[in-house]
């Protein structure tokens, strides 16, 4: 059992209904039936959404996201519509609020894996299989896979695991069609996101996107290419062989698991606040990422 430490209690905002509360971000529909979307500072690590937060990760991620949807929007048309803030709205919302087309969801995480690690390293362990997919022998953790690889997730409420899928299993629940759709295009994402990040000195060891469809056209949604779904390593200091410096919650990971926290993530108690200077190393790394990324400065 996990989930929230403390539930948030959504802003009330009038002309808007407030449908969902996730890990990041809080879901409203407005008076059109469009969607909006807000993205707040909490933060999530071993299926726990913690009880401290990370100032401006929220719009780290919003703005990392815009960027990214225009860098991919010759491949994949995106859900957003403006980042106008709604009449009567905190003023908080500013810059972490992207108005967004509803679409008819695909309850799949669609994964892209250039490089060995996190769950498919612990399936390539165990069979040397990651979804499905055999790979050869002979790679460690960090290792960069032959060709990057399609490796789905069934999506989980909060508090539980996604649960990784063969493609086939993918094509049964949502058709051949469709699945082929996210396969090709979850990989033509990666591949261009891939050859930006390296260009800047970072490598986009794998990420994961979600898609639905307006209409009859697939829609890449949510958020893309941020720290919070995917791994990004400094290139220069890569070296296959055991985990890689990240630009992630790799402090906050680190420190949980540590002796100063105290905390036993088997156990059911919900994990302590993050020390000060947790937060600001956090922070730090998110824009860090950003400005490396974007060329932009924070």
Same mark, same amino acid.
């Given at each position: 059992?996990?989930?929230?430490?403390?539930?948030?209690?959504?802003?009330?905002?009038?002309? *808007?209904?407030?449908?969902?509360?996730? +890990?990041?971000?809080?879901?409203? !529909?407005?008076?059109?039936?469009?969607?909006?979307?807000?993205? @707040?500072?909490?933060?999530?690590?071993?299926?726990?959404?913690l009880p401290t937060e990370i100032p401006d990760k929220g719009r780290v991620l919003? =703005?990392?996201?815009?960027?990214?949807?225009?860098?991919?929007?010759?491949?994949?048309?995106?859900?957003?519509?403006?980042?106008?803030?709604?009449?009567?709205?905190?003023?908080?919302?500013?810059?972490?609020?992207?108005?967004? +087309?509803?679409?008819?969801?695909?309850?799949?995480?669609?994964?892209?894996?250039?490089?060995?690690?996190?769950?498919?390293?612990?399936?390539?362990?165990?069979?040397?299989?990651?979804?499905?997919?055999?790979?050869?022998?002979?790679?460690?953790?960090?290792?960069? *896979? /032959?060709?990057?690889?399609?490796?789905?997730?069934?999506? $989980? &409420?909060?508090?539980?695991?996604? &649960?990784?899928?063969?493609?086939?299993?993918?094509?049964?629940?949502?058709?051949? &069609?469709?699945?082929?759709?996210? =396969?090709?295009?979850?990989?033509?994402?990666?591949?261009? $996101?891939?050859?930006? $990040?390296?260009?800047?000195?970072?490598?986009?060891?794998?990420t994961k996107f979600e898609f639905g469809f307006d209409g009859d056209v697939l #829609?890449? $949604?949510? &958020?893309?290419?941020?720290?919070?779904?995917?791994?990004?390593?400094?290139?220069?200091?890569?070296?296959?062989?055991?985990? !890689?410096?990240?630009?992630?919650? !790799?402090?906050?990971?680190?420190?949980?698991?540590?002796?100063?926290?105290?905390?036993?993530?088997? @156990?059911?108690?919900?994990?302590?606040?993050? /020390?000060? !200077?947790?937060?600001?190393? #956090?922070?730090? +790394?998110?824009?860090?990422?950003?400005?490396?990324?974007?060329? *932009? @400065?924070?």
């Amino acid at each position: 059992m996990s989930g929230f430490v403390h539930k948030p209690e959504p802003a009330q905002v009038p002309g *808007l209904v407030h449908l969902h509360t996730g +890990k990041v971000r809080e879901l409203y !529909q407005n008076e059109a039936g469009e969607l909006v979307m807000v993205a @707040s500072d909490r933060m999530s690590a071993y299926d726990w959404v913690l009880p401290t937060e990370i100032p401006d990760k929220g719009r780290v991620l919003t =703005r990392l996201s815009l960027w990214w949807f225009d860098q991919i929007a010759d491949l994949v048309p995106h859900h957003v519509l403006s980042t106008e803030l709604p009449e009567g709205a905190p003023a908080d919302w500013e810059g972490r609020t992207t108005i967004c +087309k509803p679409l008819d969801m695909i309850p799949v995480e669609c994964v892209a894996r250039g490089y060995l690690a996190g769950s498919g390293l612990l399936e390539y362990n165990a069979d040397r299989t990651v979804c499905g997919v055999t790979l050869p022998e002979g790679l460690v953790d960090g290792s960069e *896979l /032959p060709a990057p690889i399609f490796t789905p997730a069934t999506k $989980a &409420e909060v508090g539980e695991h996604d &649960e990784n899928v063969s493609y086939e299993e993918v094509a049964r629940r949502v058709g051949a &069609e469709t699945a082929a759709q996210l =396969r090709q295009s979850t990989l033509a994402v990666y591949g261009r $996101a891939r050859d930006i $990040a390296r260009e800047r000195g970072i490598l986009l060891a794998d990420t994961k996107f979600e898609f639905g469809f307006d209409g009859d056209v697939l #829609t890449i $949604a949510d &958020e893309v290419l941020t720290p919070d779904s995917s791994r990004f390593w400094p290139a220069d200091l890569w070296e296959p062989g055991h985990a !890689q410096p990240s630009y992630d919650k !790799q402090f906050v990971r680190d420190w949980l698991t540590s002796a100063e926290s105290g905390w036993d993530r088997r @156990s059911e108690q919900p994990p302590p606040p993050l /020390p000060e !200077q947790v937060v600001e190393q #956090t922070r730090a +790394k998110y824009i860090e990422a950003y400005e490396r990324l974007t060329g *932009l @400065s924070w």
